[in-house]
Structure formats: C-alpha cells, structure tokens
C-alpha cells in the first residue's frame, strides 16, 4: 500500500519501495552496518546486498493512517556492539525517514542475519 501525504495543494502518493530505498541509504550511512542482507531459500545463509538490490533486505509496510513499519535484515561489522549499531541505525533511520517523507514510523524492527569482518 502507498502512503497519503496532503497538503494544501493535493495529496502526495508515496511508494513503498522509495521509503525503501530511503531507508537503505539511510542505514548504510551508520557505523557499524555492513550492508542488508537476504537470506536463501535453498540453503539458510545471509547473503550481502550490494547496489541497487539493498532494498530486498528491507521490507516496509504502509498503514491507513501512513504510519510506517520497517524491517530490516543486516550484517554488522565484527567487534562492533550490536546493541549500540542497531539503536543508531533505528534512530538514524527514524529521523531520516519521517524528515524526507514527512509520515511518522511506528516500527523498526532490525533483524541482523550476520557478522562480517570488515579490511
């Protein structure tokens, strides 16, 4: 479903896939992440996302009343506190988020898939 934003001027569409992408730049911007990550179907493993296909490690829902809910699935850096990377990436992403598309979130749900080392 799209989110309704209105205004004085009419009302605005906005499309999952572009708070996506929002999301994702937003996330990939916080230290610590990796990158998203998918998980196959075939054998169970987290896959690492690069490019244009790192908003298939994020699925966003749009309610009636706009309010967003996010999933994400990550892979963090190794030696890194996954605490404190996933409360950043959740707080970055809100504000980023509702700054750009001006709905509110309701949920971040941050599900991380794996630990790479970083060179």
């Known amino acids: ?3 309704i934003i209105s205004n004085e ?3 605005i569409m906005v499309d999952t896939e572009a708070v996506a992408r929002c999301a994702a730049m ?3 911007d916080c230290f610590g992440v990796v990158g998203m990550a998918t998980i196959s179907m075939r054998d169970g493993l987290a896959k690492l ?8 490690g994020i699925n966003v829902k749009i309610d009636d009343n706009s309010l967003l809910d996010i999933d994400f699935h990550v892979i963090v850096a190794y030696g890194v506190s ?3 990377v996933v409360s950043n990436l959740i707080k970055t992403v809100r504000y980023r988020v ?3 598309t001006g709905m509110k979130t309701r949920n971040i749900n941050v599900f991380v898939e794996g630990v790479r080392v970083i060179d």
Do not use: F, H, Q
């Open 49 to 56: 996302l690069k490019g244009e296909s790192v908003t298939k």
């Open 26 to 28: 937003a996330a990939l």
């Open 98 to 100: 509702e700054d750009l």
């Open 82 to 84: 996954i605490r404190t």
């Open 9 to 11: 001027l009419g009302d």
């Open 1 to 3: 479903m799209n989110g």
